[in-house]
């Protein structure tokens, strides 16, 4: 009998640290599930972040585009422009020439 009980404590004391170990067990998941649930918020917060600098990277994209399309207008209309300039002052070149050499025959021939 007393073989028994000697039997009997002992598996008490290994069935207690078999307890024992797995409540550490638990413990030891229970901490590892919230450090996940930690990580998974911080996951989604940083994601909810990252997606509001792409929204606004986006909008300064195509802000960028709009003003490079009216820069480019506005730079064909001003070399149209000069352009337009340059061939009127060709013109005015010409028209004085044709001017001076008439008055220089004129002189020539009348005086």
């Known amino acids: 009998m ?10 008490i004391s290994r069935l ?13 998941l229970d901490e590892e599930k919230e450090d996940l649930q930690k990580d998974k918020i911080r996951q989604v ?3 909810e972040r990252l997606i509001k600098v792409i929204e606004n990277l986006e909008n300064k ?18 070399k149209l422009a000069r352009d337009v300039l340059s061939q009127e002052k060709l ?3 010409k028209e004085k020439r044709f ?11 009348f005086s």
Do not use: M, P
């Open 2 to 11: 007393s073989s028994q009980i000697d039997n009997l404590r002992a598996d």
């Open 16 to 28: 207690q640290q078999t307890n024992t170990d797995l409540q550490r067990q638990r413990d030891g």
């Open 45 to 47: 917060k940083e994601n």
């Open 61 to 78: 994209v195509s802000q960028l585009k709009k003003d490079v399309t009216e820069l480019r207008e506005q730079y064909h209309k001003e």
């Open 91 to 93: 013109v005015l070149c």
């Open 99 to 109: 001017n001076l050499i008439f008055d220089f025959l004129f002189l020539f021939l």
